[in-house]
């Protein structure tokens, strides 16, 4: 706020002379303020002052002068003002001095010094100049001008005006002083809140390490132990099958039975943990190629047919109009699937299972399919619905008890489906069954449909499977893989039977390496041979 304001009983009524006060009060006004806070901390502020001070006391008294030349005023005026122009000038240079020796007088005392002098010089010596001249212009002399202007001095209100600026200098100090100590009260309230924000930042940021490194090192021990468990399931399964070419006995091949499906169900459940561990590792890859989306559908039918039969379900499939060959990755589309009609199957004890599939429009001319598996089986309630597609997460605690599984399947669909662009969902009505869908975009096949199919191994799809669990063992190098690879090897097709001697050479040397090649070679040969 303005230390002082121009109004009329600063006026003289001579307009040069009222000129040059406004320019005084607004020189005071903006010097206020800086000795108001600290003026010690504005050095050049406070020497510009003092030489405008200067300045503007010899440009006005020499104005003052001409006028009184001018007029013949009288010489007692003359003689005072000469005075008084000398007293100013002395008290600013005393100032100047004491601040240049370091010992500068408080922001008060200087602006004090100011506002007394201002009142004196415009509502004291510059009036009663003003008085004067305008009654000489009245027709009075210079002495009976000088006299009139003496008896007209306003001395008490000059000291009530003085007081009433030093009362508001006094204030002002105070409000600048508070507010001067709130700034740096704010100023220290920033600095701890920022401290506060780069500590829990930095608290945050191990905390997030912590846990990505705990993540890695999580999905690196399900990794590492699921591989370990594998390579053992895949020889138990291996011999089984061995075990089985060789018994007759009914309730021997029972017991077999019961003990295939038991590792079947393990090795379902390691290879789920795997999968999901290569998943949040990003070692989870896609491999596209030119497929027949109606095959897979079959295949993913055929894997839970003898369940679904067991159990008396009746099983449709409603896959017309859809394009014969695709490009995407089969095997994951098989995967997704087949978790969707094995829990069908699964949680439904009578009634039927349906699997539906067909084209969605797409208004960027790709292929869209969507496919559904719906069941009529117990449900799910549908605050158990959101949690379904996370990891070993079940619609029902208790399922997991009576139906098995770590509820992994679902998670990875989901997962999967996200890779291939997709998205999948649920609804449910708990006791009239579930319906589970999803939605991928494939593209065109880059290869034309001759109508043929691969024909069946020359071996038999069930020497083919346990070709495939003896290429994961030798894979695995595991050493079991040549007492299996022996007892079977009788029961190859003629033409894998070409390619024993080399098979036989690699295992006598356990080059485990070269093995699996020679072997996952012999199958692929025989597959196209027998196309």
């Known amino acids: 706020m303005p230390l002082m304001q121009w109004n009329e009983h600063f006026a003289t009524g001579i307009a040069i002379i009222d000129e040059q006060h406004r320019w005084l009060i607004d020189l005071v006004n903006a010097a206020a303020p800086v000795l108001a806070l600290n003026y010690q901390r504005h050095h050049e502020r406070i020497d510009d002052l003092l030489d405008q001070l200067v300045n503007y006391a010899t440009f006005h008294f020499q104005t003052e002068d001409r006028l009184m030349h001018a007029y013949g005023i009288d010489a007692r005026h003359e003689t005072h003002h000469q005075e008084s122009h000398a007293n100013f000038a002395a008290e600013v240079a005393r100032m100047r001095s004491r601040y240049q020796a370091g010992d500068a007088p408080t922001g008060g005392r200087l602006l004090t010094f100011l506002a007394n002098w201002l009142i004196y010089h415009i509502l004291g010596e510059d009036q009663a100049l003003a008085r004067q001249l305008h009654a000489i212009d009245g027709g009075l002399s210079p002495a009976e001008a000088f006299d009139r202007a003496q008896g007209d001095r306003r001395d008490p209100t000059h000291s009530a005006l003085t007081q009433a600026l030093i009362d508001a200098y006094t204030l002002m100090t105070e409000q600048n002083r508070n507010l001067m100590e709130n700034n740096r009260e704010l100023e220290r309230h920033r600095h701890r809140l920022e401290e506060l924000v780069e500590a829990r930042t930095a608290d945050l940021a191990r905390a997030l390490d912590a846990a990505e490194a705990a993540n890695r090192a999580r999905s690196s021990f399900i990794a590492n132990m699921s591989h370990e468990i594998r390579t053992p399931m895949n020889a138990i399964v291996g011999i089984t099958w061995a075990l089985r070419q060789n018994i007759a006995d009914p309730a021997q091949l029972a017991r077999l039975d019961q003990v295939g499906e038991a590792t079947q169900q393990l090795l379902a459940i390691i290879n789920g943990l795997l999968d999901m561990a290569r998943i949040e590792s990003d070692q989870m890859t896609l491999a596209p190629l030119d497929f027949d989306p109606g095959k897979v559908l079959h295949e993913v039918l055929g894997a839970v047919a003898d369940k679904a039969a067991a159990k008396g379900l009746h099983v449709t499939l409603d896959a017309d109009g859809l394009p014969p060959l695709l490009r995407g990755d089969p095997v994951r589309l098989g995967q997704i699937l087949g978790n969707y009609v094995s829990n069908a199957v699964k949680f439904t004890e009578k009634g039927s299972v349906a699997i539906r599939a067909r084209r969605l429009p797409d208004d960027d001319g790709g292929i869209r399919l969507r496919f559904e598996v719906e069941d009529t089986g117990i449900g799910i309630a549908a605050d158990a619905l959101p949690r379904l597609f996370r990891p070993f997460e079940q619609g029902d605690a208790s399922s997991t008890r009576r139906h098995g ?127």
């Open 405 to 531: 599984g770590a509820g992994l399947g679902l998670a990875i669909s989901r997962r999967l489906s996200e890779m291939m662009g997709g998205r999948t969902g649920a609804d449910s009505t708990p006791g009239k069954g579930s319906r589970f869908w999803l939605e991928l975009p494939f593209e065109a096949a880059a290869s034309p449909v001759d109508g043929s199919s691969p024909a069946a191994d020359a071996a038999g799809d069930g020497d083919r499977e346990t070709l495939q669990r003896i290429a994961a063992l030798l894979a695995d190098d595991d050493v079991r893989s040549i007492t299996l690879w022996r007892e079977c090897a009788g029961r190859l097709s003629p033409r894998l039977d070409r390619q024993l001697a080399p098979f036989e050479a690699a295992l006598a040397a356990y080059d485990f390496a070269a093995a699996h090649a020679l072997l996952r070679q012999a199958i692929d040969d025989d597959g196209a041979a027998g196309a």
